[in-house]
């Protein structure tokens, strides 16, 4: 059975970091794209950053330069390094691992800025 189960979240005042991690298991096959969206209270889910197998990375342009995507393939992670965090990176946020055109998601963790 596929599984992804993140980690990580917790409380964070405004400038700090977090760093979330991701783990996919129960996979038979190579797991394509990795990565991070997240939904803030009363908005959409948004696309935070993701990572090919080869380690191209993409960013919201929101996160760029603050945020780090990186993953293991020998170990089927992904993680996201955040720092400078702000109260508007307040959100649950969800890993997806993408195989064999499907999209396997985590249930989230959440992450809170605040003083």
């Known amino acids: 059975q596929v599984q992804v189960v993140e980690s990580g979240g917790g409380l964070v005042q405004p400038g700090g970091s977090l760093r979330l991690s991701c783990a996919a298991s129960?996979?038979?096959?190579?797991?394509?794209?990795m990565g991070w969206y997240r939904q803030a209270p009363g908005k959409e889910r948004e696309f935070v950053a993701a990572?090919?197998?080869?380690?191209?990375?993409n960013y919201a342009g929101s996160v760029n330069i603050r945020f780090t995507i990186s993953r293991d393939n020998a170990k089927n992670t992904v993680a996201l390094q955040m720092n400078s965090l702000n109260p508007e990176d307040t959100a649950v946020y969800y890993c997806?691992?993408?195989?064999?055109?499907?999209?396997?998601w985590g249930q989230g963790t959440q992450v809170t800025v605040s003083s």
């Open positions: 997806h691992a993408d195989a064999l055109g499907f999209r396997y």
């Open positions: 129960g996979w038979r096959l190579s797991i394509n794209d």
């Open positions: 990572i090919t197998r080869d380690g191209r990375k």
